[in-house]
């Protein structure tokens, strides 16, 4: 099982930067794929980025190409999302995920509110 609590939510002016952390618990943690998820209010969660368990490959939705980063340290159990560029349009709550064969782990989540 994995246990995940993100940090790094806040408010930032439009064009701002943020760097959101996920760390994990567990033993699965270096072997599972990890992304990063947000919704907004009165919308369906979306996947924002993703990347593979040995940090090879990365995902990322058309809407942040360019803008954020997703990277990984197995050694710390650490993910990261950093997001640079800020729109108000990414105002969510950010949420950390892990997959392992096929089961889903999340975070509570961290706001992220940009201001225009």
């Known amino acids: 099982q994995v246990q995940l609590v993100e940090s790094g939510g806040g408010l930032v002016q439009a064009g701002g930067s943020l760097r959101l952390s996920c760390v994990g618990s567990?033993?699965?943690?270096?072997?599972?794929?990890m992304n990063w998820y947000r919704q907004a209010p009165g919308n369906e969660r979306e996947l924002v980025a993703g990347?593979?368990?040995?940090?090879?490959?990365?995902k990322y939705a058309d809407s942040v190409k360019g803008r954020f980063t997703i990277s990984r340290d197995n050694a710390k159990n650490t993910v990261w999302l950093q997001m640079n560029s800020l729109e108000p349009e990414d105002t969510a709550v950010y949420y950390c995920?892990?997959?392992?064969?096929?089961?889903?782990?999340w975070g509570k989540g961290t706001l992220v509110t940009v201001s225009s």
């Open positions: 567990g033993s699965i943690f270096s072997v599972s794929a």
């Open positions: 990347i593979t368990r040995g940090g090879w490959s990365t």
């Open positions: 995920n892990a997959n392992f064969e096929g089961v889903n782990y």
